[in-house]
């Protein structure tokens, strides 16, 4: 037997935890608001019944107007699951309450959920459950996704629901709007959740209003402004009301540490703050890594000088194989370390603050806090960020967001950064580091003006956002989080770049022989090498470019497997800064390009993106080559 | 009692909501509790004072000034106001909004918090150490409560 359940919730309550918790799941959790654009499933067995989890979008209300909001109703509303979980922040309950009261006019089965109870009991307050339940009328279950307090209680309460079938008793309205609710009522579809839509026309939901059709409303907008309001004010009444008799309190409720935004969020230090905490993430970044990395090169190096490469087949294991895969392998525990960086200043909090200190600059952009947000998922891999564009509400917002996101500097990038910055100025890493990803922020803000002035006309969106209390990060959570973001760069290395390994020795082998220079790769590169002629970049380097267009690591390994090892190349140090840049910026590989071009649904979009951030990257090199080499000659 | 715009009350200021203009985001404003009768208090502003944050029931939201000028409120009666924006009176300081530098200036001149101070019709400032010309820029970051 299969019970279906929703999670439904505002965002950041703790519904993804939750999740995690409930199905065992390692699905990605983060603390900030709006993380889970689509829905995720997930089912556990319990006492003989199948439990179906889905995770929802975060919301605070039913009425739907942004694509998250919809997915949430559409769900509950057109596919209702056997049992609706309502997740409530116990430390904030009023809106999960209004939430809750919305949801109960669906008619469904539904449980409450009062979570994060460990960060209460903290906080110095108690909550009286049996208090809850007389008032809701449903059963309330107090969580924790972090102590897995409550989690058996709330499976066990689930089936017990669904075999009980109870259904919620209704929250009453002032009279006034009872009266318009009786009159509505009757007039909606049998088959739809009658009070349910009768609320919503009164609200001015266009969705229900169009779905149920005439009703005979006035023409006087007003009213249903006024009833709206009072029906509003009737839900937070009640949630006030019923948080006074269940909650005892010592104190505020609110922990926010505000003496740490005093910090984060100062006016003037607050982006400074921002700046040298990426800029110490990097530092960390090579610090811990740095060990790990020497010990795998090392390893790599020495399996393929063992194995030679006598003939066809040994060549093509030790260069192909283990030269093309093992040297981007060796960049795996520098990505793990950036990453859980970023996964730390996720979980405590400290990234919605981000978004708010940076929104005036976006909003300059056409773009909001939201969007960066977005954008920044894209410093792992760039498809994340053109798929989770789908949350945002507006549609020239979305496109904005997808077609400027190729110039964020992902994960694929670093390994080839990591190479160029070893091999070409060995001193200034982190320096190098944060110079180009300032460039790959310029760059985006940029592009999103171009995209706007060219593509696209329109202002930006209004933003609504939630702002987190800080939390120290759970480490459990922090490692799922680098696992996740990481493992699809393992995946990766198996696949994609394993496959283009073999392809690039295939063509660096033949027809010579093994000599790579009378090789297929040596003509392709020689052929195009005039066109990189002003860039100053040698065969090789344009060899490893072509290929880098599949995925950006292939360039590292590319440059592996022309000059044999990545000890012994030497490079102009101004050569390297516009390689750096022309990598940043050059063609969004294969996947991204696909992703933009399903998400958009033209192709139109696609081409504009790999023509506009090739002549960008083209630009911008030789700008840097130029004005570095007159640099370096003035000195 | 006379209304303002949310976006236009200093930061620090409790009010209390008096009604919404109607837009396309009414209902995500209603649902986060911003209606009639609900108390807000206006926390900080982001750089470029856009947005800001605002304390909703017990969840810190922040939103942009064009959003929140669509919120008519009025000043709670037991909120605090900077000095700049009271009458001239007797007042008790319930706040300083700055690092210890300004606190350590405005001790010098005998204004710490829970300290009785006066503001003179001429815009200066009467303590216990003597009469004191602040400066706007200051006078904003004291926060005070009428003494009843
Ligand atoms: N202390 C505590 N933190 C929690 C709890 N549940 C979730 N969190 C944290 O709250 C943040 C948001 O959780 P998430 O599951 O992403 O919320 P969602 O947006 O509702 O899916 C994360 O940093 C979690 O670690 C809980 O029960 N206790
Ligand atoms: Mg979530």
Known sequence: MTITVGLVGNPNVGKTSLFNKLVGARQYVANWPGVTVSRTEGATVRKGYTLHFVDLPGVYTLSATSIDEKVTRDYLFFSPPNVVVVVIDSMS?????YLLLE?????LNVIAVF?????????GTVVDRSVLETFLGIPVVLTSAHTGEGIEELMDKIIQVFKGGDRPKVFPYPEHVEEELKRIEPLVPKELAQRFCALKIIEGDKFIRELVGNVGLSFNKEIYSALATDIARARYNFATDLISKAYRSSGRLLTLNEAMDHVFTHKFIGIPIFLSVMYLAFNFTFKASEPLVKVIETLFEKLSTLIG????????ISQGFIGGVGSVLAFVPSIFALFMALGIMEESGYLPRIAFLVDRLMYRLRLTGRSFMTLLLGFGCNVSTVMAARGLADERERLTTILVSPFISCSARLPVYLMITAIAFPKYRAEAFFAIYAMSILLTAFSSRVVNRVILEGQSVPLIMEVPRYRLPKISNVLTYTWNRGKHFLEKASTIILTASVVIWVLS?????????????AMLGRLLEPLFKPLGYSWQIVTALIF???????????FSQLYGTLEGIKMDPVVGASLMIFVLAYVPCLATIAAVRSETGSWKYALFSVFYSFALAYILALFVRLFGGFILSVC | METLKLSDVPENVTVEVTGLEESEITPRLRAIGILPGVRLEVLKAAPLGDPRMYRVFNKVISLRNSEASLVRVKISDDSPLPLLNVPPGDYVVVRIDGGWMLR????MVGIVEESTITLLPDGRVKTTAGEFDLGLGRMAKVFVRKVK
């Open chain 1, 115 to 123: 979570n994060a109870v460990d960060e209460l009991r903290k906080s």
């Open chain 2, 104 to 107: 350590n200036r405005l001790a």
């Open chain 1, 103 to 107: 949801a109960l006019e669906l008619n």
């Open chain 1, 548 to 558: 880098g267009g599949v995925a950006k690591e292939v360039v590292v390994s590319t």
């Open chain 1, 509 to 521: 082998y033949f027809p010579g022989g093994g000599d790579v220079e009378k090789s297929f790769v």
């Open chain 1, 93 to 97: 309950p009023e809106q999960g309450i």
């Open chain 1, 309 to 316: 490469e006598e003939n066809i087949i040994v060549s093509l």
